[in-house]
């Protein structure tokens, strides 16, 4: 095979991690309409993460298996299997409250709060490109907060949930990548997925003894498609192109995520696509781009200013 032919495989396996991930998004949205959104985690990450789990352990598809010891067990308990149910809460309650597509707009900045928790601020070009990778990315928020703070009040809820989701999610990626030094990123994965299901599970418990529960074939279906075609199938085949590109060159198809997510919603929710989301997209995939790329070697400029 021709490094060429492997490239293009690649990609489109990327592509249809983003496709799936957007479908993920609706299909989620759509499910916490009438369930209550922390039960509706917990139930998805309890079936998500054990599938994944079976799949390391009897399969040699994501790469070996290994048994974390009790201390790396502790710690994904306490920091990314915590992190993960944290994010779960404010995302599936920004998907109620707000357009599916403004709540993936919110996750496509995640990088740039990533970026700036690498590094303080310094009187270098590289320091400049991520604070001003992070102006672009809250202009496009504040866009997209804006129709919301001129009336809609749950609206404005839900955005502002949707933008702790993003920050959560890169808090998420940090303690992943913390772990990943002796795991590998799916095995962190598998296992912080069940153990954030269970640390939802007593809150979602009290959900439904709060608010009911109705249960038909078609929210199961829509159920195990968020868990298996949402979850485990694209973890699958972004750890894949991992493997063969480098983060940052991966990492740039997050970008698309707010694009298949609001086509998704569009297509089967009915969501208007509108002026506002456009604006803030392009601010905010113009700031992760700023902050992923190495501007500093392209344009041969000095360390320091």
Known sequence: MTQKTNNAMISSSLLLTIFLWGGNNVGTK???ASWPPIWMGSIRLLIAGPI???ILRYTRW????????KAQQKEMWLRGGLSLAAYIVAFNWALRLTAASHVALCLGASPVWAL????????TWASARRYGAAALAMTGIIVL??????GAKQSLVGDFLGLMASI??????????LHSAQMSGTEVAAHTMWMAGAWLLPIGLVEIFAQGWGFNPQQAGILMLCAVLGA??????????LRHWQTSRVMLFNNLIPLSTMLWAHHFLGEPITSTFWTAMLLIVAGVVLGQGDWVKFFRLPESF
């Open 52 to 54: 994944l789990l079976v």
């Open 168 to 177: 959560l999610w890169a808090i998420f990626s940090r303690q992943i990548r």
């Open 232 to 241: 485990v199938v694209p973890y699958a085949l972004w750890n894949s192109a």
């Open 145 to 150: 907060f804006w129709p919301a703070l001129q």
């Open 62 to 69: 994501l790469g070996d298996w290994r048994t974390p010891t």
């Open 30 to 32: 759509w499910l916490v």
């Open 116 to 123: 700036l928790w690498e590094e303080k601020p310094k009187r």
